[in-house]
């Protein structure tokens, strides 16, 4: 039992800062970019039963708006669909940038994706009406998003880029758990699914329904 306990001692601080190196990583070099003719998209994160942001919505969200005020971007998409209840991610987020002070109509709901690759492709038409899209989430699985998005239609290989943010250490709950999840995805896409080009096509969920108040706005 006493060599168990050290054994976790050791290895939990070797997991840290395995996990804050490959956040660091993946963190997107400051890079310029012309302001203006762009969009923000911030990928979904489940929210509480009770229907209010998760920490993990807050953090996606108060990041994206960094990135949409710094690069001056003329909207924000939030895209995810109700996946562990039946709350919808993007609403519950849209309504969280709402009372951080983002306008209504410089807000766009995608409601159906259920996972990352959908999170693009139930974007793909949009995406590709402007010259940049910056992809929030943290470092790692914004890089996994841009990534798919190149997979998925070879014209948004320059333009959707990393805007990832590396987590502050006091959210070690998630994003301990988070690095793990995203290094495992990594291995599947490289061992799986980057194998068969057939499987590269955008995919997009069912519509769920939803109140006029929450339809999407679109360009």
Known sequence: MKNRWIGALLTFPIAVLASEAAYRIA?????SYPSGNCLVLALGAPSR???????LQRFRVEAALDTLRQRRCRGLLLSGGAVRNERIEAVTMA?????????????VIEPTARNTWQNVGC?????????????????????????????????????VVNAGVV?????????????????????RDRLQFERNASANGPLCGQ?????????????
């Open 27 to 31: 963190e997107p070099s400051a890079q």
């Open 49 to 55: 039963a009770d229907g209010t942001a998760s920490a």
């Open 95 to 107: 309504n969280l940038a709402k009372t951080l002070g983002v306008p209504a109509d410089q807000l």
């Open 123 to 159: 974007l793909h038409s949009r995406l590709l009406k402007v010259e940049r899209v910056f992809v929030v989430s943290d470092s790692l699985h914004a890089q996994r998003a841009v990534r798919y998005a190149c997979r998925q239609d070879a014209r948004l290989c320059q333009r």
């Open 167 to 187: 987590p502050p250490i006091d959210q070690l709950w998630w994003s301990l758990p988070g690095a793990a999840w995203q290094g495992a995805a990594f291995l």
């Open 207 to 219: 519509r769920p329904p939803m109140s006029s108040s929450h339809q999407p706005r679109l360009w």
